[in-house]
């Protein structure tokens, strides 16, 4: 692409106070959302959470109720879709059945008006950049889903847009495919330097390809960070929950102290969750002590500090690179943890033993209780 | 914007359809032509039309014709739906075209054919007595027989349609495990096949007896003078310049066939149609 | 299988009285007769030469096609319209915009015949125009919907965000995949137009007659003869010329399934 710098046409996205009710149903609440140029950004969450509205407000096919949506500084409310200037890849591409793979790719070209020369090298390019050479007078329907996809993404790039919007491209294709494409995607959009917008209900989609996730449920955003803050620091249950797997425990906040908060689990425990950062509730108030488990240590005694609990082993999973062990607290809480396989050894637990569970108070995050 | 595209549509039914008929319904409540009205509105048209045996009998008759050609059509067509809809593609195509040619040939060249095939001298009878089956030339045409059988024939293809599209739907794997559990032909029919597709039979009988008693082309050409149906009769009180009392049958053939429209929307759901 | 014996009588007996009106035009009998006695092309000459006719067939095909133009016209906007757009009481609004497919020409005939008489218009070509178009664009209108129905929403929504008018849109996106119908649906108003009767008979005048209600006449009033035959069997040959061409392109089912019975 002979504009592949693309530096003059990234545009940052912003949407201020997005609303969009059906019927009974408030699709999209109050959605704040600042997208910077040349960024890649997931909206991620589970089917129903207003994902693919928020997507469709941007694109302009559908009418927010309220709120704004303003690309590259300008307000883009009452401008149509046909002259926002953007782009667009559907899960099931959308390609003209009745046109070839050429006459597709070139269609945004051609509607402009623009050169038929031109528009000739730069449909050359882009199929050469999508790895399409040669297949420009294919039909459609002749190619595969991987290939289709590109053709797609190629008739997105050849208009350069400011933005491109991407709303489950890879949802159709088989793992190993989906993988590859993901990897392609995601330099293919460094490389021309685009602001991208993608939908997926795929976390792990969502954590590979993204330089920020904003996790949605429920038409609001609960949270927007970079892959590792999203997992690491979840804000709520939901993100916290809905991003890997992850240990909950619920109780109360008995003391808090200089650099940990001590909190007594509704089983009788007692957990100790490091401060750092956290605005630390107040004693009395009802919290969810969150921990990943990778993050949690099974022995027989329990790590020097932070949290011990003596729980039965339940369940042992080999998974090839890890092992799930599903145990069960004295104080009744069910836990997960998992123990990487970096030794040859074979497991040395089996269900019925009795085990320490561990983990560091920096290794635990307090939750609001509820989070819907 | 939706407004805009519908408009000509509309504007353009409204005007020369739906204002005809209400023209129709003004005609029918006078006793003379509206460009010329002499007396106030009545309803001695209906009157005439329910009271005299004579018009009650075509009314009759039509209904009759209708349930007559609807049966015929019906045992005739099923096994013809059936066998469309369970053909595989290569077959199933040629038998398409052939039960829908038919339908695109001029309804008066059909008639024609008939008028050829049944009258005195026509094909059957010249057959029926070379094959001494028949002493004389049996009459075939202007009657009965003749309407009969040009309707059948001209509203078949409707009917093998209509159910043929519905039977598609029956899963054939449901037929297969009948026939596993002991069903013979005849007992897939009663028990899977035809329960199955009573939406179909609902929606191609009431189909077929809509256009049965509209019917107007082929009871002309292939009837006789007994052989009086309401849209004959109708045309003929046009021709004798009875144009009240003819909008008056013309109201009360408006009325039922739009019961039967009614109730071919709503009571049944044809795939596809809509 | 007896099924299959059965189905073939069925079908023969649903060719058969075509298979005769054509096979008489080949006769040389004065009167209609099949099998015919001796072959002979003479009645096509008679056909041909007959001025009555010869009008009556000009008359037809312009008539059929200014309503296919018409119903297309008028047609596709409304099926479009219907499609994209859930508007209130929608099933009673299709209902009726295809009601005329339903109801007695006899009906609509005598109808038309009070409105152009009351309304002052009178019985020329432009009121046939008018009916014909009226019990034609339900055709089109069925087809269309259906065809369009099938489309991919998305395939004009993407055609707009890479920058297409709605009017770029409609004509390289929705026109050429709503081509289908289009051709199905303007041949069935095609057909409707060119064969129909029972309206026509009610409008037509010895001025604006057509082929049809000519054919009506003549046989009503003189009794058979092989050049009604001939005319037939030039009218079959095209119409079944057209159907076969048009499943070849589009494939029968589809215009069935499009057709909606």
Same mark, same amino acid.
């Given at each position: 692409?002979?504009?592949?710098?693309?530096?003059?046409?990234?545009?940052?996205?912003?949407?201020?106070?997005?609303?969009?009710?059906? *019927?009974?149903?408030?699709?999209?609440?109050?959605?704040?959302?600042?997208?910077?140029?040349?960024?890649?950004?997931?909206?991620?969450?589970?089917?129903?959470?207003?994902?693919?509205?928020?997507?469709?407000?941007?694109?302009?096919?559908?009418?927010?109720?309220?709120?704004?949506?303003?690309?590259?500084?300008?307000?883009?409310?009452?401008?149509?879709?046909?002259?926002?200037?953007?782009?667009?890849?559907?899960?099931?591409?959308?390609?003209?059945?009745?046109?070839?793979?050429?006459?597709?790719?070139?269609?945004?070209?051609?509607?402009?008006?623009?050169?038929?020369?031109?528009?000739?090298?730069?449909? *050359?390019?882009?199929?050469?950049?999508?790895?399409?050479?040669?297949?420009?007078?294919?039909?459609?329907?002749?190619?595969?889903?991987?290939?289709?996809?590109?053709?797609?993404?190629?008739?997105?790039?050849?208009?350069?847009?400011?933005?491109?919007?991407?709303?489950?491209?890879?949802?159709?294709?088989?793992?190993?495919?989906?993988?590859?494409?993901?990897?392609?995607?995601?330099?293919?959009?460094?490389?021309?330097?685009?602001?991208?917008?993608?939908?997926?209900?795929?976390?792990?989609?969502?954590?590979?390809?993204?330089?920020?996730?904003?996790?949605?449920?429920?038409?609001?955003?609960?949270?927007?960070?970079?892959?590792?803050?999203?997992?690491?620091?979840?804000?709520?249950?939901? %993100?916290?929950?809905?991003?890997?797997?992850?240990?909950?425990?619920?109780?109360?906040?008995?003391?808090?102290?200089?650099?940990?908060?001590?909190?007594?689990?509704?089983?009788?425990?007692?957990?100790?969750?490091?401060?750092?950062?956290?605005?630390?509730?107040?004693?009395?108030?009802?919290?969810?002590?969150?921990?990943?488990?990778?993050?949690?240590?099974?022995?027989?005694?329990?790590?020097?500090?932070?949290?011990?609990?003596?729980?039965?082993?339940?369940?042992?999973?080999?998974?090839?690179?890890?092992?799930?062990?599903?145990?069960?607290?004295?104080?009744?809480?069910?836990?997960?943890?998992?123990?990487?396989?970096?030794?040859?050894?074979?497991?040395?637990?089996?269900?019925?033993?009795?085990?320490?569970?561990?983990?560091?108070?920096?290794?635990?995050?307090?939750?609001?209780?509820?989070?819907? | 914007?939706?407004?805009?595209?519908?408009?000509?549509?509309?504007?353009?039914?409204?005007?020369?359809?739906?204002?005809?008929?209400?023209?129709?319904?003004?005609?029918?409540?006078?006793?003379?032509?509206?460009?010329?009205?002499?007396?106030?509105?009545?309803?001695?048209?209906?009157?005439?039309?329910?009271?005299?045996?004579?018009?009650?009998?075509?009314?009759?008759?039509?209904?009759?014709?209708?349930?007559?050609?609807?049966?015929?059509?019906?045992?005739?067509?099923?096994?013809?739906?059936?066998?469309?809809?369970?053909?595989?593609?290569?077959?199933?195509? %040629?038998?398409?075209?052939?039960?829908?040619?038919?339908?695109?040939?001029?309804?008066?060249?059909?008639?024609?054919?008939?008028? %050829?095939?049944?009258?005195?001298?026509?094909?059957?009878?010249?057959?029926?007595?070379?094959?001494?089956?028949?002493?004389?030339?049996?009459?075939?045409?202007?009657?009965?027989?003749?309407?009969?059988?040009?309707?059948?024939?001209?509203?078949?293809?409707?009917?093998?349609?209509?159910?043929?599209?519905?039977?598609?739907?029956?899963?054939?794997?449901?037929?297969?495990?009948?026939?596993?559990?002991?069903?013979?032909?005849?007992?897939?029919?009663?028990?899977?096949?035809?329960?199955?597709?009573?939406?179909?039979?609902?929606?191609?009988?009431?189909?077929?007896?809509?256009?049965?008693?509209?019917?107007?082309?082929?009871?002309?050409?292939?009837?006789?003078?007994?052989?009086?149906?309401?849209?004959?009769?109708?045309?003929?009180?046009?021709?004798?310049?009875?144009?009240?009392?003819?909008?008056?049958?013309?109201?009360?053939?408006?009325?039922?066939?739009?019961?039967?429209?009614?109730?071919?929307?709503?009571?049944?759901?044809?795939?596809?149609?809509? | 299988?007896?099924?299959?014996?059965?189905?073939?009588?069925?079908?023969? $007996?649903?060719?058969?009285?075509?298979? %005769?009106?054509?096979?008489?035009?080949?006769?040389?009998?004065?009167?209609?007769?099949?099998?015919?006695?001796?072959?002979?092309?003479?009645? $096509?000459?008679?056909?041909?030469?007959?001025?009555?006719?010869?009008?009556?067939?000009?008359?037809?095909?312009?008539?059929?096609?200014?309503?296919?133009?018409?119903?297309?016209?008028?047609?596709?906007?409304?099926?479009?319209?219907?499609?994209?757009?859930?508007?209130?009481?929608?099933?009673?609004?299709?209902?009726?915009?295809?009601?005329?497919?339903?109801?007695?020409?006899?009906?609509?005939?005598?109808?038309?015949?009070?409105?152009?008489?009351?309304?002052?218009?009178?019985?020329?070509?432009?009121?046939?125009?008018?009916?014909?178009?009226?019990?034609?664009?339900?055709?089109?209108?069925?087809?269309?919907?259906?065809?369009?129905?099938?489309?991919?929403?998305?395939?004009?929504?993407?055609?707009?965000?890479?920058?297409?008018?709605?009017?770029?849109?409609?004509?390289?996106?929705?026109?050429?995949?709503?081509?289908?119908?289009?051709?199905?649906?303007?041949?069935?108003?095609?057909?409707?137009?060119?064969?129909?009767?029972?309206?026509?008979?009610?409008?037509?005048?010895?001025?604006?007659?057509?082929?049809?209600?000519?054919?009506?006449?003549?046989?009503?009033?003189?009794?058979?003869?092989?050049?009604?035959?001939?005319?037939?069997?030039?009218?079959?040959?095209?119409?079944? *010329?057209?159907?076969?061409?048009?499943?070849?392109?589009?494939?029968?089912?589809?215009?069935?399934?499009?057709?909606?019975?």
């Amino acid at each position: 692409m002979s504009t592949s710098a693309g530096g003059s046409k990234m545009a940052d996205v912003e949407l201020r106070g997005i609303a969009k009710r059906y *019927g009974a149903v408030q699709a999209v609440a109050a959605l704040d959302l600042r997208v910077e140029p040349g960024q890649f950004v997931s909206l991620l969450g589970p089917s129903g959470c207003g994902k693919t509205t928020t997507l469709r407000i941007i694109a302009g096919l559908v009418r927010p109720d309220a709120g704004q949506v303003i690309i590259g500084g300008r307000v883009m409310n009452d401008v149509p879709v046909h002259h926002r200037g953007l782009g667009l890849v559907a899960q099931n591409y959308a390609l003209f059945p009745h046109m070839t793979v050429m006459e597709n790719v070139t269609f945004g070209l051609r509607m402009r008006r623009a050169a038929p020369a031109d528009i000739a090298r730069r449909a *050359g390019e882009a199929l050469e950049m999508v790895r399409l050479t040669g297949l420009g007078d294919r039909y459609p329907r002749q190619l595969s889903g991987g290939q289709q996809q590109r053709v797609a993404l190629a008739r997105c790039l050849l208009v350069e847009p400011a933005v491109l919007l991407l709303d489950e491209p890879l949802g159709a294709l088989d793992k190993k495919l989906r993988e590859a494409m993901q990897v392609e995607l995601k330099s293919l959009q460094r490389q021309v330097g685009i602001t991208a917008i993608f939908v997926t209900h795929d976390q792990e989609e969502a954590l590979t390809l993204s330089d920020r996730i904003a996790v949605m449920h429920q038409g609001r955003i609960q949270q927007v960070g970079a892959p590792h803050e999203i997992y690491e620091t979840p804000r709520t249950r939901f %993100v916290a929950e809905f991003i890997g797997v992850c240990n909950f425990l619920e109780g109360k906040v008995i003391e808090r102290g200089m650099g940990a908060v001590t909190i007594r689990t509704d089983g009788g425990a007692l957990v100790a969750v490091g401060a750092s950062g956290q605005n630390a509730p107040a004693e009395g108030v009802k919290v969810v002590v969150a921990v990943r488990p990778e993050k949690l240590v099974v022995g027989a005694t329990g790590m020097p500090r932070g949290t011990a609990l003596p729980a039965r082993v339940e369940a042992v999973v080999y998974v090839g690179t890890a092992v799930h062990v599903h145990l069960r607290a004295s104080t009744g809480e069910r836990l997960i943890a998992y123990r990487q396989n970096d030794s040859a050894a074979p497991v040395a637990l089996a269900p019925g033993a009795e085990v320490v569970v561990s983990w560091s108070p920096e290794a635990a995050r307090l939750l609001p209780e509820g989070s819907a | 914007m939706p407004a805009l595209l519908l408009t000509p549509l509309l504007v353009f039914l409204l005007t020369f359809f739906v204002l005809p008929f209400g023209v129709m319904l003004v005609e029918s409540l006078y006793l003379s032509p509206l460009q010329s009205p002499g007396s106030a509105m009545t309803f001695a048209n209906y009157a005439k039309a329910f009271g005299d045996a004579f018009y009650l009998r075509v009314l009759l008759q039509t209904v009759a014709l209708g349930v007559a050609v609807t049966a015929l059509a019906l045992v005739l067509g099923y096994p013809v739906a059936y066998f469309l809809a369970r053909t595989r593609s290569r077959r199933r195509h %040629v038998l398409l075209f052939l039960v829908i040619s038919p339908l695109v040939v001029s309804i008066v060249i059909r008639s024609y054919g008939w008028m %050829v095939l049944l009258g005195r001298a026509g094909t059957v009878n010249t057959l029926l007595v070379a094959l001494g089956l028949a002493e004389r030339p049996l009459p075939l045409m202007y009657n009965w027989f003749g309407v009969t059988v040009a309707l059948t024939h001209v509203l078949l293809p409707f009917m093998i349609l209509t159910l043929a599209s519905v039977i598609e739907g029956i899963p054939e794997s449901l037929e297969d495990t009948a026939a596993v559990l002991g069903a013979g032909w005849w007992s897939r029919f009663r028990h899977v096949i035809l329960p199955l597709s009573m939406e179909g039979v609902g929606a191609g009988v009431t189909l077929v007896f809509m256009l049965t008693i509209g019917s107007f082309v082929s009871i002309l050409l292939l009837g006789g003078s007994d052989t009086l149906v309401l849209p004959l009769l109708i045309y003929q009180q046009i021709s004798l310049l009875n144009n009240n009392f003819a909008a008056a049958l013309g109201m009360l053939l408006l009325v039922l066939s739009l019961a039967l429209l009614y109730a071919q929307a709503r009571v049944f759901r044809v795939r596809g149609a809509a | 299988m007896i099924l299959r014996l059965y189905c073939a009588a069925v079908l023969a $007996f649903l060719s058969l009285p075509i298979v %005769v009106a054509v096979g008489v035009a080949f006769g040389s009998d004065k009167i209609a007769r099949f099998p015919p006695t001796a072959l002979s092309l003479r009645w $096509f000459g008679v056909a041909l030469s007959n001025p009555t006719f010869i009008t009556a067939l000009g008359n037809s095909v312009v008539l059929a096609a200014l309503t296919t133009l018409l119903t297309i016209v008028i047609g596709l906007p409304a099926a479009m319209a219907l499609v994209r757009h859930r508007l209130p009481g929608q099933p009673v609004l299709e209902t009726f915009l295809l009601s005329p497919l339903s109801l007695p020409g006899v009906l609509f005939g005598v109808a038309m015949l009070f409105f152009l008489g009351a309304s002052g218009f009178g019985l020329t070509a432009w009121g046939i125009l008018a009916a014909h178009v009226v019990i034609a664009v339900p055709y089109v209108l069925r087809t269309t919907l259906a065809v369009y129905r099938g489309l991919d929403r998305g395939l004009e929504e993407t055609a707009g965000v890479l920058g297409a008018t709605p009017w770029q849109t409609f004509w390289h996106v929705t026109l050429p995949l709503l081509r289908p119908g289009l051709v199905a649906g303007g041949l069935f108003a095609f057909l409707t137009s060119f064969d129909n009767v029972p309206v026509s008979i009610f409008l037509t005048t010895a001025r604006t007659t057509t082929l049809p209600v000519t054919i009506m006449s003549y046989l009503v009033n003189q009794d058979f003869d092989p050049i009604v035959g001939a005319i037939s069997a030039v009218q079959v040959a095209l119409v079944l *010329g057209l159907l076969f061409l048009l499943d070849r392109i589009y494939g029968i089912g589809q215009i069935t399934s499009l057709a909606g019975q």
